[in-house]
Every structure is written in structure tokens, then in C-alpha cells.
């Protein structure tokens, strides 16, 4: 048997968990099978799922998955020590490096489905924060030979980039579904501003031709949006935007509207006036209500993620009246990772090395305080495991 470092995430109290901690420990891997690889991570994503994992909201994922302790990390770059003996996809070679698609065990269509993410809800998994860990081969696609993109793009690239081009691809055909190139040459895409949306209105920008708005309150990413093509407004014009049903105090609701009206005339200034065609909401939560008031009719919300909103209310009859169409998808078929892949190599269309920071796989447990504190300035922050 083989045994390997791993950062280690232990199972909550049954009653009421609070959030966790990673520590540092040892595993024993399995032999792998005739379908599997042996592999060593080089560079990890730290992951939206992850910070959920750690602070096991919504739920404790450890004991969702029957475990007392388990390894996180579903998206990076991979180098193979053992190829697998009976391919199922590529064939796989000693120093190969890949990138990981985390969707271990797809619906019958090939999208995944809940308990199905590897290194984080699929139970028996190792994630890629272990020194070495097993890997079906189907969950790794070799980097294009001769790349002339980093690693530490490609796995910035892994989860956030491939999610942004599966949402795009339903959004924007649910959008020219009901509005054709007459009706509107082009759409109006906005998004909240975070990682995977920055991927999303660059490609939409790219691909489509979008006129893209990205909102956020941080200078350099205003900055780097208007670098690669897009708009940004600034959110702190709107200081009060969230809405918070709890304080019904005459003074918190007229700021309420105040911030709201500002979002809205910074749309209308930014749209022509017609309002946002797809309006890409990763956090949803208490700016929901703002974000469904900027969408233009025939508008489309879409999401794969739930950062700060698992439950969404909204007036159903307004929606239909409104034609709004509200896609939700979760990251990707294994075809729709080679697309991805492809066009971004082809297009260039890659996380910006600015947007990346890597950390010391010993100083990880500073990287996870610094996420859930909002305290990261890169997009996309990296873990190096190995070299």
C-alpha cells in the first residue's frame, strides 16, 4: 500500500457543524485499476466548493459523503507517474501533463450529477490537495502539446473557465432562442464580478461579440477589465444594493433604493436604455432583486453557482410577463471541457497571469483564511503541490 501527504479535512460535530480546518496528515491510497492513473498534482485550484467544504455550509460535506475525513481539490494540473493500463479516453503516457475534469461519474448524457465531483462530493475520492493521488483516466485531458500557455493557466483554466463556457453556450442560445440577429445584433452581458464571470464576459466579448460589463469594487479589476475588452462600473457607487428583508427601518430602505436606483441608471446609461440582455449572477442571494430589475425583456439570468444564495425567490408572474429566462447549469459534459480547451487555445481566450497567485502547498491553511475573509485579490489562487 502507498501512503501520501495530504491536507486533510475531518468530519464536523453530527449537531449543528461549525466551520473546519485543513490539517495537514497521511493517507493510504488504493492500487489503482486497470482504468485509473497514478498521478501528482503539480498546481490546485482553490475552489468556490472548497471554501463551502471548510465551512460546511450548506451542508458538512465530509459526513453528506459517509466519510470521517477526506481530500479536497477538483480542478488543476496533474503530472501522470502510471499511465492507465486499459484507456477509456486518451491515451495517457508517464509525464503527461493534464488537466483534471472533476466529472467522475456523469448522467447518462455526461453531465454531472450531485455526489458526482472528484475531490469534493463523490465519496471514496482523493482530491488533488494529496502529494499523489488516483485518478480515473477519464477525468484528464493532456495539455495541448506545445502550448504556449503556463500550467498555472491551464489550471486556473480547470473549473472556472470550463464552467463559464458551458453556462455561455445555454445562455446565449435560451437569448437568440426568442431575439434574432435582426431584433438585436448584439446582447448586453453583465455579471457580478468574481472569477468564473470574468471568464464568461470575456468569452461572450470574444465569441459573440457581446458589449460586456463586469461590476466590481477592486481598481485593478477595473483596470483589467477595460485591458481585455470589456466595460466595468464600480460597486461602490451602490453601496446599499443589498437587499436585507430584516431591516425594515425607514433610513435602511431609502438607502436600499437609493443604491438600487443608481445600479439601475448605471444600466440604462450602459445598455442604450434596453437593459441587460444576460445578466450573469454567480452570487444571486440578496442582489437578486436588482439583478432580475436590470434585465431587459426577453432577458436571460443565468448561473452555475451559488456563492452567496442557495434559495432564490421572485414573482413568477412578473418573470413570464417579462419573457426572462432563468438558466441554471452545473460545470460540464467531458465534450464541452475539450471545446473549451480548444477555443481557449486556439483564441487565446485564458486567465490573464496577473489574475493568478500560487501559494506554497505548506501554506495553505493562510490561503483558506484569506479566501473565506475576502482577503484574495487574484481571480484564481493556486496551490503549487508539486513541481
Not at 114 to 127: H, K, L, R
Not at 158 to 168: D, H, L, M, P, Q
Not at 327 to 340: G, N, P, W
Amino acid at each position: 500500500m502507498t501512503t501520501t501527504q495530504a491536507w486533510i479535512l475531518p468530519a464536523g460535530e453530527p449537531d449543528g457543524p461549525t466551520p473546519g480546518a485543513l490539517v495537514p496528515g497521511e493517507i493510504t491510497l488504493p492500487e489503482p485499476g486497470p482504468h485509473d492513473a497514478l498521478v501528482e498534482p503539480v498546481l490546485v485550484g482553490w475552489e468556490g466548493n472548497c471554501y463551502h467544504a471548510v465551512q460546511r455550509s450548506p451542508l458538512d460535506i465530509v459526513r453528506a459523503r459517509g466519510e470521517e475525513r477526506i481530500v479536497l481539490g477538483n480542478s488543476g494540473v496533474v503530472r501522470v507517474l502510471r499511465a492507465p493500463a486499459e484507456p477509456t479516453h486518451e491515451v495517457l503516457r508517464e509525464g503527461d501533463l493534464c488537466m483534471m475534469q472533476a466529472n467522475v461519474r456523469p448522467d447518462r448524457y455526461g453531465y454531472g450529477r450531485n455526489g458526482a465531483a472528484f475531490g469534493y462530493d463523490a465519496p471514496g475520492t482523493i482530491g488533488l490537495l494529496a502529494r499523489r493521488t488516483v485518478i480515473p483516466g477519464q477525468c484528464l485531458v493532456p495539455l495541448p502539446r506545445d502550448t504556449p500557455h503556463t500550467a498555472e493557466q491551464w489550471a486556473a483554466f480547470s473549473i472556472r473557465y470550463v464552467t463559464a463556457w458551458a453556462n455561455w453556450r445555454v445562455a446565449y442560445g435560451a437569448w437568440r432562442l426568442q431575439l434574432t440577429e435582426e431584433d438585436q445584433a448584439f446582447p448586453y452581458v453583465w455579471g457580478w464580478g468574481g472569477g468564473t464571470t470574468f471568464a464568461e464576459l470575456t468569452l461572450a466579448t470574444l465569441r459573440d461579440g457581446a458589449d460586456s460589463t463586469i461590476i466590481t469594487s477592486h481598481d485593478h479589476r477595473m483596470a483589467l477589465a477595460k485591458e481585455y475588452g470589456l466595460s466595468a462600473v464600480d460597486r461602490r457607487a451602490f453601496p446599499d444594493i443589498a437587499y436585507d428583508e430584516q431591516r425594515r427601518d425607514p433610513a435602511s430602505k431609502a438607502r436600499h433604493r437609493a443604491s438600487q436606483q443608481a445600479f439601475l441608471d448605471a444600466v440604462r446609461d450602459g445598455t442604450d436604455g434596453l437593459g441587460v440582455s444576460i445578466f450573469v449572477d454567480y452570487l444571486g442571494g440578496s442582489l437578486l432583486p436588482a439583478t432580475l430589475k436590470a434585465l431587459a425583456r426577453q432577458g436571460v439570468i443565468t448561473t452555475a453557482g451559488w456563492r452567496d444564495g442557495l434559495k432564490t425567490v421572485f414573482v413568477r408572474a412578473i418573470e413570464c410577463i417579462e419573457r426572462h429566462q432563468h438558466i441554471q447549469t452545473h460545470y460540464a459534459r467531458r465534450s464541452e471541457v475539450l471545446d473549451a480547451m480548444a477555443f481557449g487555445e486556439r483564441r487565446g481566450w485564458m486567465p490573464p497571469p496577473v489574475t493568478i497567485s500560487t501559494t506554497p502547498y505548506e501554506d495553505l491553511p493562510a490561503l483558506v483564511e484569506d479566501y473565506a475573509a475576502n482577503r484574495v485579490p487574484a481571480y484564481f489562487p493556486l496551490i503549487r503541490v508539486n513541481r
